[in-house]
């Protein structure tokens, strides 16, 4: 069975750093894309990119192009989401998702999602 | 490519068929249009890819259809549990983007 386990919120200041996590088991992990998707009551879903976990081949929505950075630890299966300095605006909840093969985008297998919440 | 889906909330009864429509600004690359589905204080779970494949587990009554910038989700027979947010999301040239979101609420 594939899952995808995220890390636990996280509350955190303006201009603090934060890297979240997404493990993934149940499947071959560096053979399917993952991707990284915010949700906010006021934008709803929004698509923020992905990253190959074979290649660690990375696309950045345009949007989040310099927000924020993705990675991978193949050794661990594990994908994280970096910011380097929050911003109020990056309160949400954020998903991983992943692929169903390295030659398809759409997302079919989700995290339980990651509750960020930047306040001073 | 920006998707815009309507309408914005479609109260329906059990039983009763539920049409969803996304419409793309420009043609969607090779079909790579999904469909997913968001119950509150859940993460979003595919229902539909490329157009109108359903995705493993799910049930006859969902039904996608549509090319190029005009897609449609059908609901036949709405059930208590398919009440529940819909979103269209497409994937082309591996730059995602999603609509906005149709509510379907009991009437």
């Known amino acids: 069975e594939v899952q995808l386990v995220q890390s636990g919120p996280e509350v955190k200041k303006p201009r603090e750093s934060l890297q979240i996590s997404c493990k993934g088991s149940?499947?071959?992990?560096?053979?399917?894309?993952i991707g990284w998707v915010r949700q906010t009551p006021e934008k709803g879903l929004e698509w923020m990119g992905i990253?190959?976990?074979?290649?660690?081949?990375?696309r950045y929505s345009p949007s989040f192009q310099g927000q924020v950075t993705f990675s991978v630890d193949k050794s661990i299966n594990t994908a994280y989401l970096q910011w380097s300095s929050l911003k109020a605006s990056d309160t949400a909840m954020y998903y991983c998702?992943?692929?169903?093969?390295?030659?398809?985008?759409?997302?079919?297998?989700w995290g339980q999602g990651t509750l960020v919440t930047v306040s001073s | 490519i920006v998707l815009t889906q309507s309408p914005g909330t479609l109260s329906l009864s059990p039983g009763e068929r539920a049409t969803l429509s996304c419409r793309a600004s420009?043609?969607?690359?090779?079909?790579?249009l999904a469909w997913f589905q968001q119950k509150p204080g859940q993460a979003p779970r595919l229902l539909i890819y490329?157009?109108?494949n359903r995705a493993t587990g799910i049930p006859d009554r969902f039904t996608g259809s549509g090319s190029g910038t005009d897609f449609t989700l059908t609901i036949n027979r709405l059930e208590p549990e398919d009440f529940a947010v819909y979103y269209c999301?497409?994937?082309?040239?591996?730059?995602?983007?999603f609509g906005q979101g149709t509510k379907v609420d009991m009437k």
């Open positions: 420009h043609s969607v690359t090779s079909d790579y």
């Open positions: 998702a992943a692929t169903d093969g390295s030659n398809v985008y759409y997302f079919a297998y």
């Open positions: 149940g499947y071959s992990f560096t053979n399917y894309w």
């Open positions: 490329g157009v109108s």
């Open positions: 990253i190959y976990p074979g290649d660690s081949d990375t």
């Open positions: 999301h497409q994937y082309g040239s591996s730059r995602g983007t």
